[in-house]
């Protein structure tokens, strides 16, 4: 396929791209694991503001905990992916195909480590993506989630929005085990590389939109690419 021809595909593809960062991976996640609700909304958006929330004191304990939690942990789950992105420059690494993937635990605890040191992340900025989700998520006729959000965050901006559980059913459904680090340690952290754990890593409003090229993994890697933005809000 020459330039031209794939600058049209993927042109054509990203009709539909979101005007924001948030706005993706919103949409990404409503699409890929429909029964997400408001807190699981709310709990991704304060992750791309304030990512792993925190500065880890106790590097052992942190260590010793994720190296329990992947080795507990059972295969991974149908079309799941190596990392979702977040918006904002985050993403989570979820660990049962990281761990497949002979991904090092001691790369990604120095990962969620600088993440959490550098984060800068502010209510003010948390306020605005909490709009754009909001926008998206009217625009997807989930007006009642639009909804939902609007009022959990409004409770939760009075105590400097917090952090939130998953919820129940978003916990039976998708067995969520990450971590959350910075994207540009995602290089570092990668074990063997395969066409499929690259591939996962695509969004699914992405993949659907741009059928026709499923059999190209570079294809896809390329459409990515030129789909996301790189805005912070």
């Known amino acids: ?5 794939l600058f049209a595909v993927v042109a054509q593809a990203c009709q539909i791209c979101p005007p924001s960062a948030i706005e993706s991976a919103v949409l990404d ?13 709310y709990k991704l958006i304060h992750q791309s503001v304030f990512g792993p929330g925190h500065i880890i004191q106790n590097e052992d304990s ?10 507990l942990l059972g295969p991974a789950l149908p079309d799941e992916r190596l990392y979702d992105e977040l918006g904002g420059g985050m993403i989570r690494v979820n660990l049962r195909p990281f761990r497949d993937s002979n991904g090092s635990t001691e790369k990604l605890l120095r990962a969620m480590i600088e993440t959490a040191n550098d984060n800068a992340g502010t209510p003010e900025v948390m306020a605005e993506r909490i709009k754009g989700a909001r926008r998206l998520l009217e625009r997807q006729n989930k007006n009642e ?4 959000l609007k009022s959990l965050a409004e409770k939760q901006a009075a105590n400097g929005y917090p952090a939130y559980h998953h919820s129940e059913d978003y916990r039976n459904a998708y067995k969520p085990a990450y971590r959350i ?16 754990s690259e591939c996962r890593g695509i969004p699914v409003w992405v ?11 570079t294809n896809y890697s390329i459409l990515s690419s030129f789909c996301r933005t790189s805005a912070n809000i």
Not at 1 to 5: D, L, Q
Not at 62 to 71: D, F, Q, V
Not at 145 to 148: G, K, R, V
Not at 207 to 217: G, M, P, V
């Open 1 to 5: 396929m020459n330039h031209i021809h």
């Open 181 to 196: 680090i910075d994207r540009r340690f995602l290089d570092t952290i990668k074990g063997k590389s395969t066409a499929m």
């Open 207 to 217: 993949s659907k939109r741009a059928s026709s090229l499923q059999s190209s993994c």
């Open 29 to 41: 996640e409503i699409t890929s694991r429909p029964l997400a609700g408001a807190q699981d909304i």
């Open 145 to 148: 989630l639009a909804e939902e």
């Open 62 to 71: 942190a260590r010793n905990y994720l190296e329990k939690e992947t080795s």
